[in-house]
C-alpha cells in the first residue's frame, strides 16, 4: 500500500499517452497520484484491489482532481526547438531564402534584446502563449544578450514552464552583420559560462525547471575557435546543446565548403555532442551522421513546418524513426508561425505524406514520391511528447511512475473551438487523431509543470 502522506493530490481522468512508439493506450478512469515534488507516484487502473479505497481517501481529503467526461488528460507537449525573441516576427518574410530571411527579419529584431524592457514584455508573452498551446516543456533559443536572457530564464520560472534556454553564440564577421555579433572569442565564452551559472542559481530553481543551454547559432555564424570553446562547456558542465543542423542546401554546403565535413562531425569533432544535444531540423544527414548521432545518444527537433519554407527538401522522418534515432518536434518559432506542437504533429504527418507520394504531376506515379515514408498521428504524437523527453534526457512526455506530472487537459466541444467529438462515432483513436489535428488553445482547459497547476 502506497504512503498516503507521500501524495499532494491524486487525479482521475480518461487519459491518452504513447508507452510504444507507433501505439498508444487510452486508460479511462485513471488514477495518477503525484508526490509532493510534482512527480508522479503511482498510477491505478480500475481494477486494482486498491483502487476503490485510494478513490474514496483522496476524495475524503478533498485532494482528488476529477477530469470530467469528454475532457481528456494528455502528457504535456515538447517544443524542442523556439527562438523566444522571433515571436514578434511570427508569419513573416516565409518566402525568403534562409540568408535573406535572418539578414533583413531576424538579425535586425534580435538586435531588439539589448533592451530588457522590450524583451520583457515579449518573453512574457511568448511563454504564456506555448503554455495555452499545451507545450510544458519548451527549449528556447534567445539572443546574444545574457542579461535579456536570463531574463527570459527567469519567465519561464515566474510562468512555470519547464525551459531549457540558450544565449545565442555567433561570432563570425564574415556572415554575421556588425550590429549583432560576439566583440570576440573571449567575452561571448565568459558571457556564455556567467550565463550558465547564473540560471542555476536562480531564486526558485533549485529543482532546476529551468535549464542553461549551449548555443551556437550554427556553423557559419560561428568561428571554429568559438564552438571548440563553447564545446568546452558542454564537456565541463555536461550541459545541454542546441544548434542548427544541416537545415538546407546551403547550410549543408557552408560546411562543406569551409570544413571538408557534415555538421555532426563538426559538432562532434568540437565537442558539442552529448546525450542532451538538440540538433534542430537535421534535414541533410548522411549515414555517418545518422550513426554519430545514435552513438551520442544526441537527437533532432524536427521542424515540419519550417523545413517547407527553408530546408529544399523534405526530412526522411520515417527512417530516422525506424533507425532509432531520438526525435522530437519543434515550432522553429519563427521560421514557421505556429506556436502550437498539436500542429507541428499535424504538420509532421502531412509533410510525410506529400514526401510518400511526390509532387511532380509529370512523373508516373510509381516515380513521384518515396514509397513508405508517411508516419502515423499517433507517431507524431509519440515525437511530441516520448520523443522530445528523450531528446531532452529528461523524465517528461509519459504517465509513468517517476516521470514529471507535466500535463494537459483537453476539453472538446467547447463554445469556440473546432475539436467535435461525436461518442457515437468516434473511436478512441479518432478521438487523440481529432486532437492532434484540431486543438487549439480553446480547447487546453488546464496545464500542470512538475505538478503545479500553470493555466
Ligand atoms: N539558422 C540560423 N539561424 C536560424 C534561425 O533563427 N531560424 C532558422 N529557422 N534557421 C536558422
Ligand atoms: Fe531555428
Redesign the pocket.
Same mark, same amino acid.
Given at each position: 500500500m502506497i504512503d498516503i502522506t507521500m501524495i499532494k493530490f491524486a487525479v482521475l481522468a480518461d487519459c491518452f499517452h504513447c508507452p510504444v512508439k507507433g501505439e498508444f493506450a487510452f486508460n479511462i478512469d485513471w488514477l495518477l497520484l503525484i508526490d509532493h515534488q510534482g512527480d508522479i507516484a503511482a498510477t491505478y487502473q480500475p481494477q486494482h484491489p486498491e483502487y476503490a479505497d485510494l478513490l474514496a481517501t483522496f476524495k475524503r481529503n478533498d485532494s482528488l482532481q476529477v477530469i470530467p467526461k469528454g475532457e481528456y488528460l494528455l502528457p504535456g507537449l515538447v517544443d524542442l526547438?523556439c527562438?523566444a525573441p522571433?515571436w514578434p516576427q511570427a508569419g513573416k518574410g516565409l518566402d525568403l531564402p534562409?540568408y535573406d530571411?535572418?539578414q533583413n527579419y531576424?538579425f535586425p529584431l534580435?538586435n531588439r534584446y539589448s533592451d530588457n524592457d522590450f524583451a520583457a514584455n515579449v518573453y512574457q508573452d511568448v511563454t504564456k502563449t506555448l503554455l495555452a498551446n499545451g507545450t510544458t516543456s519548451a527549449v528556447y !533559443?534567445a539572443s546574444i544578450h545574457r542579461q535579456s536572457t536570463e531574463l527570459l530564464a527567469q519567465t519561464c520560472l515566474n510562468v512555470g514552464q519547464r525551459a531549457f534556454v540558450g544565449k545565442v553564440n555567433m561570432d563570425n564577421s564574415d556572415q554575421c552583420p556588425a550590429y549583432y555579433c560576439e566583440p570576440s572569442v573571449t567575452q561571448a565564452i565568459d558571457d556564455t559560462e556567467l550565463f550558465v551559472n547564473n540560471v542555476f542559481e536562480l531564486a526558485g530553481n533549485q529543482s532546476r525547471l529551468v535549464h542553461p543551454v549551449i548555443t551556437p547559432? !550554427?556553423v557559419?555564424?560561428c568561428t571554429s575557435e568559438l564552438l571548440q570553446q563553447l564545446g568546452g562547456l558542454v564537456q565541463r558542465y555536461d550541459l545541454h546543446m542546441q544548434t542548427?543542423c544541416s537545415?538546407?542546401d546551403w547550410?549543408r554546403d557552408y560546411s562543406i565548403q569551409h570544413y571538408g565535413v557534415s555538421d555532426v562531425t563538426i559538432y562532434a569533432d568540437m565537442g558539442l555532442l552529448n546525450n542532451k544535444s538538440i540538433l534542430?531540423?537535421s534535414i541533410f544527414l548522411n549515414q555517418a551522421d545518422i550513426e554519430k548521432i545514435n552513438q551520442f545518444k544526441a537527437g533532432i527537433g524536427h521542424?515540419p513546418l519550417?523545413n517547407m519554407y527553408?530546408a529544399n527538401a523534405a526530412m526522411p522522418t520515417r527512417e530516422l524513426l525506424d533507425h532509432g534515432v531520438q526525435i522530437g518536434l519543434g515550432s522553429?518559432i519563427?521560421?514557421?508561425p505556429s506556436p502550437s506542437i498539436f500542429r507541428a504533429s499535424f504538420d509532421a504527418v502531412s509533410h510525410s505524406r506529400v514526401r510518400e507520394e511526390g509532387v511532380d504531376i509529370y512523373l508516373p506515379a510509381s516515380k513521384r514520391g518515396t514509397a513508405n515514408a508517411r508516419i502515423s498521428f499517433v507517431e507524431a504524437f509519440w515525437m511530441a511528447t516520448v520523443g522530445g523527453g528523450q531528446v531532452l534526457d529528461a523524465k517528461v512526455g509519459l504517465f509513468e511512475q517517476g516521470y514529471h506530472f507535466d500535463a494537459i487537459v483537453i476539453k472538446a466541444n467547447s463554445a469556440i473551438g473546432n475539436l467535435r467529438i461525436w461518442p457515437e462515432f468516434d473511436s478512441a483513436k479518432d478521438i487523440l487523431e481529432k486532437i492532434i489535428t484540431l486543438a487549439q488553445p480553446e480547447n487546453v482547459a488546464k496545464v500542470w509543470v512538475q505538478g503545479n497547476a500553470v493555466i
Open positions: 526547438h527562438h522571433q534562409l530571411w535572418l531576424t534580435e !533559443f547559432r !550554427f557559419p555564424s542548427h537545415e538546407s547550410a534542430a531540423h521542424c519550417s527553408f522553429d519563427a521560421g514557421a
